[in-house]
């Protein structure tokens, strides 16, 4: 069965870093494009880093120069490494496995990470 498992979310103080992992199964891992969501209470889902098939990666940039997206491709994971961390940054983190031909992907139950002094 295809499953995306969320790992390493916690409290962390401002100026802290984090790294979250999701662990695939259950489908081709190494063709998907991978991604993280967040989404904070009350605000919407947002795409914040995403690492392509080929290894090439994009953030958002609330993010950018603060987070590093990366994946194994032997083990079937991607990671998101999380420096300086502010309390914007409070949400729950999403893995998101995506193909294009043919479409299909897959989402992550999701894990907490809380921000705060």
């Known amino acids: 069965q295809v499953q995306l498992v969320e790992s390493g979310g916690g409290l962390v103080q401002p100026g802290g870093s984090l790294r979250l992992s999701c662990a695939a199964s259950?489908?081709?891992?190494?063709?998907?494009?991978m991604g993280w969501y967040r989404q904070a209470p009350g605000k919407e889902r947002l795409l914040i880093a995403r690492?392509?098939?080929?290894?090439?990666?994009l953030y958002d940039e609330s993010v950018k120069g603060r987070f590093t997206i990366s994946r194994d491709n032997a083990k079937n994971t991607v990671f998101l490494q999380m420096n300086s961390l502010n309390p914007e940054d409070t949400a729950v983190y999403y893995c998101?496995?995506?193909?294009?031909?043919?479409?299909?992907?897959?989402w992550g139950q999701g894990t907490q990470v809380t921000v705060s002094s």
């Open positions: 998101n496995a995506i193909l294009a031909s043919p479409a299909n992907q897959y």
């Open positions: 259950g489908f081709n891992f190494n063709f998907y494009h």
């Open positions: 690492i392509m098939s080929d290894g090439s990666t």
